[in-house]
C-alpha cells in the first residue's frame, strides 16, 4: 500500500481565509528549560487541510462528530479544471464535461491550481476560482458524497448552504501531487477529521491510497 499526500501543512504564519485569525504557532517550552519542547497553535478550526461539516452553515445541522467516520472516506474522482482563471466561478458547464458517469456517494475533487499558488497575496486570499451556485446544486443533484477543493474555500455562503443542507461535506485547501493526478479514477481518499466534537470543522489530512 501507498499513501499520497494531498494536505497543505499548517505553520506559523501560514496563509489563510483573511477573515480568521492569523496563524501564529510558537513554542511554549523548550528542550533547556523544563526538558521538552511543546508548541500552542492559535487558528481557526478552518485552516490549512480542513473539513466543513453541515453545522458550519447550518443552524442545528450536524457537527463532525454526528458523521460516521466511514463517510469520510471512499471513491473520490478529479476534476481537473485547469487552466482556470481569477474569479472564475465553476458551473454545470465546466464540471460535467469532466465529471462523466455515476457520481452518486461519490466524492468529488476540484482541481485549480490554486493551491500551488497559495500564499499571502492578493490574487490567492481574494481572486480564487470556486464552485457557483448553479455548479454546487448540480453537484447536490448528482448525488455526490462530498466535494473538495485546493483552495481555503469550496464557494460563498450560498455555496456552502446549498452543499451542506443536503448533507454534502466539503474538504477545502487540498493539493494535488502529479502522481495523484495521474492515478486512474476513481481513487480512495480519506480525508479523516481530528475528533472535535460538537465543532463545525477539524484539521484533517488529505490522502490518496494507493493498494
Known sequence: MRIIDMSQPLFDGCPNCPEHPPVKSEILFD??????????????????????????????????????????VGPAVIADL???????????ADLSPRLVGDLRDKIVLLCTGWGEKRAKTDE???????VGAEGARWLVERGVRGVGIDYYSIGDAT??????SKGVWIVEE???????????????????????????????????VVR
Do not use: Y
Request: a negative charge.
Open 31 to 72: 528542550h533547556d528549560t523544563v526538558g521538552w519542547r511543546l508548541e500552542r497553535i492559535t487558528c481557526a478550526n478552518h485552516t490549512a487541510s480542513h473539513v466543513d461539516a453541515p453545522l458550519h452553515k447550518i443552524a442545528g445541522g450536524a457537527s463532525l462528530d454526528d458523521i460516521p467516520l466511514e463517510k469520510w
Open 82 to 92: 485547469r487552466p482556470c482563471v481569477v474569479d472564475q466561478r465553476f458551473g454545470p
Open 124 to 130: 490567492w486570499l481574494n481572486h480564487a476560482p470556486m
Open 159 to 164: 455555496v456552502h448552504e446549498i452543499l451542506l
Open 174 to 208: 487540498l493539493s494535488f501531487p502529479a502522481e495523484v493526478l495521474a492515478l486512474p479514477q476513481p481513487i480512495e481518499f480519506w480525508s479523516l477529521p481530528v475528533n472535535f466534537r460538537g465543532h463545525t470543522g477539524a484539521f484533517c489530512r488529505p490522502v490518496a
